[in-house]
């Protein structure tokens, strides 16, 4: 049986992003629905270390819009219910370099985040111990970034849906985006229904292209590849996120090719997560054991340690890559009342409430918090002969 609904806004994606957006609009006044082909967190989000970063952002929008989100997540975590539902955990950040040369990079790249609002602080060689003891010795030193945190993902994404009030509908695919005769969005079209608003919320990651699509536009969104190691659960010996200095170049690549650095943090629960790997492969799934080989060899080298510890299972997800590296933010202005909250690749998480935060300012006629012009949605029209 079909069904007609009418709300303000339908937010399509109920991953991390999505959840947010529909909590901060819920917040401004706004009646929301949450649609999504699959189960909240099923997508991006559910295959996410739950990272909350500003230490791997170069100064400019991304991390205006990482500090503007650190600080909502630690509000979110200070309410009654939520910080300990998604273990919200405010654990830092060390990158290390292995050669002086390489540390002088780092605190060349930290000298400029700094001058932008980040805390960071130089970790000579012999200091390193007292903020990791299990790290390999002979490091050059680090930088050692306070603010970064993390999240359980998925647990994030539930209990923001739940705190967020929002009408969810989970396992249903939007097949149409509706539209009147002038061309506005008038709701979207599902396999078991239409919902009626005035306004769509395109958070569907990874696959936020082909719901532009949808929608008669264009949005570059490409699936970017990576693989997760999870060991065995352990007590706690890995204090911080620690990951090495080459990450940060892997983070802005544009190549599509196989490239791995070593991240490697502890989880609430337990286990260590071992990342991070990254490669435009389509929506292929295949297991790779080349890629965990190299995950598992980088992580070995930062923490010996682990060379004695079982890794229990992988996971693989679609980082949602945009050519310039930032996400579509805000109104599609080809096609009135359609606004985008996707193409975050791997920060969509951290990331997560100052977009929907801005989402929400937009859909109640407020001002964003933040320069939206960076995130135009279609800063790419003169290129939408590519993915979609």
Known sequence: MTERLTCDVVVVGAGMVG?????YAARAGLSVAVVDRGPVAGGTTGAGEGNVLVSDKEPGPELELALLS????AELATEPGLGTAFEYESKGGVVVASAPEGLAALELFAARQRAAGVEAFTVA?????ELEPH???GLAGGIHYPQDAQVMPTLAAAHLVRASGCRLFTGRTVTEVLRTRAGAVRGVRTDRGDIHAMAVVNAAGTWGGRLATLAGVGLPVLPRRGFVLVTEPLPPMVRHKVYAADYVADVASDSAALQTSPVV???AAGPVLIGASRERVGFDRSFSLPVV????AGATRLFPFLQEVRAMRTYVGFRPYMPDHLPAIGPDPRVPGLFHACGHEGAGIGLATG???LI?????GGTPDLDLAPFRPDRFAEHEGGAT
Not at 125 to 129: T, Y
Request: with cysteine; charged share 10%.
């Open 125 to 129: 060689s012999h200091q390193l111990a």
């Open 360 to 364: 929400a300012q937009l859909l109640s």
């Open 19 to 23: 959840a947010a957006c529909g909590l």
């Open 265 to 267: 943090e502890g989880t």
């Open 293 to 296: 080989r190299a995950l598992a």
């Open 355 to 357: 977009t929907g935060r």
């Open 135 to 137: 790290l390999a010795p």
């Open 70 to 73: 650190h600080r909502l997540w």
